[in-house]
């Protein structure tokens, strides 16, 4: 008897042994409740919200903590269900010591710490890792290595298209403080100050705190402007299209 | 005689009805009155217009109201030249409860309410619901469709692009706020705030009320920036992709 | 030969009767004298430089002035030799009542009234249209038509999209002057001020001369920018897609 | 027994003569020594740490110095072994005036010329020229002239949309100049000065240095805006569209 709850909390927790579409309800549950700790571990960090609600926070990092701690022995106890012919201690320490599995381990620690020793910054960070664990679910990590596979069949064309983009940024950084490295010295009073205003331009951002002043600098720095946002915006559209194929390939060979 | 009249009107108002190519006349000018009603209603919010053309907003305004009661009366007369086989008032019923007349009924009443009790701000959003009603007509509906299926069509695609993002929106902003949440604590002092400026980062803006101060900030920022613009321009790409196919097939079962 | 000088020069002229690839010796001669009157009339607007070099620009302007008089009676002599089967002076009038032929005229008067009363600023503007010229040479006018194509193919794809960027437009500055309109009311004040500030996010231009300041403004903004870039950059690449296809289709019944 | 080492090592630096896929494990390091050259002649600009690293960066200099004296005297010894039928010393003419042989003999006089008479403006931006050795290095060149290809069998549509996106800077200029010229001066008091505002605005980058401040102004700007970002962004779009056809074809005769 026992060992038929243990299979069928396997197939709950285990996506990959879900007999159905989709995930399982007991997933669906954690995802919520990943999302629900990760969003509380971000708005905790606001102090308006932290001295008032202080409480509150506690109890929710409290909840949280206990549903991972039962979720991390739930799938030490399940693992041994998995299909692999190895011992089931053998599988259990493959669990621990799996990335995945790790990872699981060091939120918790985390989250514990939290509780014990107050809110250091260092442990917030950590409580944030949650979020990546979202990575392993379903679909999601074929998605994963279409981008992955996207990306490596367009290396060519990234890399030619990134390096000019490197390249024009170094250029775009020198001339500009060639022209107004003296005017400016805050600015541009050297290539590496001077490459954050061409990061901040060639990205379109252009957030008005590094500027030209004088009309060779606002000459070069239109030319800058314009044939960054090309190089930017070229890998951009590879990156997409080659993603967009390789998805519509999976696409097809599923129907 | 007066079915004749109904069953005439029916097929200039209702747009599925109209058997020629394109709107009805009567559907143009509705058309063009929505869109005056709403370039009318977002002037007057305008103190300096309102103050001076006061008379003129109210008069504009009864027009509208007035057309718009009796688009509603006629599209409540006419219904009963639907194709379909209920009763009579069954059709009725069916068009004042349907999301469209009840939209159509709500415009109205917020219309009457503004002449009546004075121009108050809730009233003035409800005024702009009339441009929703736009949605409804002819090929627009199906291009609507059409653009609900491209989502559809690329969930996985969209939802790990986006997924992605949402990633290192919430990591860029964890970064910028232990590196300068002490410096700047009123732009980087939590999380949420720091958000605000990864978000207006990422969707390449850049305000300028929030930007890095530190040289460790400053690498970090562009880092984010430049993985940003992928991150943040691939599902617009993928969409454009879905749509533009969808279109397109379309078009080929047309000709 | 007299007409055998008209025919050579009716070849060198006329973009369309030129028997060999690509432009006349003597229309590329046009198209730079064309584009120095344009950086001509555009430097000429800098008071730094207009009162060192008024003489300068003086002389420049009569050259100018000159060459698009011998262009205008050469195209008056020439059009005799088009292939129309019109009376001679017929071709002419044609030639002169033609949008062409009244836009060379104009601006052959914009240049001599500039010489005669003096740099008034609205026939600097006049001048500017000779650029307009340059649109109806030889390849340049097919990719045109391409264009206008590409635009009228795809029409219902952008007339959506344009349709849902120009609600989220209203609804974001809507959403804005409810929500900071009385703590902001010089940038938030009413919609027709708010949509100022929505274009310029929603382009991500992003100046900073406006911005949200409370916490519920910027989520909404944040909600608007996202959705925003989204929604502008969709038409732009259904239309990069379909202008690209349109020319494709021409390369191929080229070869 | 000299000539085999020379043989081996002109495969180990000539990229095209080496027999494996990839790149020479000569070649890995070279490219590694001119990464490494280029940020230490970035990093040498900032004053900061130019005055408490004085040395060390004299030090990497000097290393950086002798290894590409080092390559220099490889190749112009081991061209010999290449596979044209020309005599040993036109070979090592040929390499001495190319393109890339009198790159390589620049930097290298810039480099001796640094620490020779001190680190003067002009000779830092020569050392930068390194950088542009990595363009020859295998692939890359495939993928630049893949990349001039995709360039120049779109010609067409890219002249036309960059003409336009020019059309629409040169009328946003001059009717912002037209509408606030006077109101402020410094920012629209000349085409010249507007252009600057056009540019930063149509390639959204919007620093805030410049924006409209009337009404009509912000009209137009808006307008200016809304068709800028569609004629900028369009020659992107068929670029990389281009581009990644012109890569797929080249995988495709791989295969």
Redesign the interface.
Known sequence: MGNKLRRNLFQQIEPTAWPHRGLSPLNWLLVVVILLA?VSA??E???LLARHHAAGFRVAELIFCAVFVAEYATRFWTIAESPSKHHIWRKRAGFVFSLAGMIDLLVIVATFSTLLVGNV?AL??LR?LR??R??KLG??S???RR?QQAVV??R??L???M?LAL?LL??GA?AL??IEGELQPEKF?????A??WA???M???????V?PITVLG?IVA?FV??A???L?????????????DA?QEE?EFED
């Open positions: 990760t971000i708005l960090t606001e102090p910054a917030r960070l944030l979020i990546v979202l990575a679909r999601m074929l998605a994963m981008l069949s367009r060519y064309e890399g030619l298209t390096g390249g170094i250029l020198s403080y060639f009073g050297s290539i590496p100050r490459l954050w990061v901040i331009t990205t379109t951002i252009g957030y008005g705190d500027y606002k239109a402007a314009i960054g946002i090309g930017i915006a070229m890998p951009t559209g590879i990156l997409a299209a080659a993603f967009s998805m696409h």
